[in-house]
């Protein structure tokens, strides 16, 4: 049963100083918001993968706004889960404490985390093609082809797309931090995207960090960690939260 692990984890993270979480879609999943990879992943047939690079914007700017009208439509009136508290709780507990998640859909801020490290952007935030300012924008649904108010160039989302290269001072920022890991989670993320994936794997081998996975169900990366724990990110970390406690 996952309590006497997560029992495991927290000892360590009791025992240590500096703590990363890395999150994936995983986290937001009983919020309601579809996991990319999930049976609820598909918008009219299309993947992820094919809607979000600047081809396919280049190609069709309408088709990939829709998707992300769609997504903001869906997330808006969504709310953070238990598994996102209580990161919020841990963060309070641990000295040396970072969160870097993957999503785009703003929950972790919503929770009340002090200063989660979005590494692929938010879906609440437009950048300018031609001047290249970002705005936040939450309205639902964002006008069709939206225009910069500064110099009327095409918005974009600001989210990092497949093919894009993640901003260096993040990338940069992360290793540091996972380059100093004595324990690392790994929450709901099936390890399939760069350069994310690798970095469970950075904070074990540079920083000889404890890293436990927390999955709903094992993933290729699995055997790699000190830990694989099944179970729904909304349960495991309240509990967690629960051991550490103090
Ligand atoms: C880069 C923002 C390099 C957009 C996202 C071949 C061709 C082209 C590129 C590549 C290639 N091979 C590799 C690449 C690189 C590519 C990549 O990794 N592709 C993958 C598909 C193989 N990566 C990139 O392009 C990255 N950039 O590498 O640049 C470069 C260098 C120099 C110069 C130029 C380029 C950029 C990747 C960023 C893509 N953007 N999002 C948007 O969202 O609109 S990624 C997208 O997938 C989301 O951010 C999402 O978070 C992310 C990862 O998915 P997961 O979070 O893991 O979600 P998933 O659904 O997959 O899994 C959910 C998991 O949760 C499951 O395991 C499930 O079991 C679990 N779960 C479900 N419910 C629960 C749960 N667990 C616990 N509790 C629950 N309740
Ligand atoms: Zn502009």
């Known amino acids: 049963m996952g309590n006497e692990a997560i029992r495991q984890v927290a000892e360590k993270i009791k025992a240590s100083n500096s703590v990363v979480v890395l999150t994936g879609a995983g986290i937001s999943q009983e919020s309601g918001v579809p996991t990319f990879r999930g049976k609820d992943g598909l918008w009219k047939d299309f993947r992820a993968e094919d809607l979000a690079t600047p081809e396919a914007f280049h190609r069709d700017p309408v088709l990939v706004w829709e998707w992300y009208n769609w997504r903001r439509g869906l997330i808006k009136p969504l709310k953070p889960n238990p598994g ?44 300018c093609l031609e001047c290249k300012r970002s705005f936040e924008n939450r309205e639902v649904p964002i006008k069709i082809l939206p225009e910069c108010e500064a110099c009327g160039g095409l918005l974009r989302p600001d989210v990092v797309w497949f093919g894009e290269s993640l901003d260096t001072k993040i990338l940069h920022a992360i290793y540091t931090y996972l380059q100093r890991a004595e324990v690392m989670l790994v929450v709901g993320t099936s390890a399939i995207v760069q350069p994310a994936a690798s970095f469970g794997i950075v904070a074990k081998r540079t920083a000889g960090a404890f890293v436990a996975e927390l999955n709903r169900s094992r993933t290729h990366q699995s055997p790699v960690f000190d830990l694989s724990i099944q179970g729904k990110a909304g349960e495991l970390l309240p509990q967690l939260v629960d051991y550490v406690r103090p």
């Open 84 to 127: 996102h508290y209580a990161l919020v709780e841990l963060e309070k507990r641990i000295p040396d404490f970072t969160l870097v998640t993957q999503n785009v859909d703003g929950l972790h801020r919503a929770a009340g985390s002090k200063d989660p490290i979005e590494m692929h952007g938010t879906i609440w935030r437009v950048r």
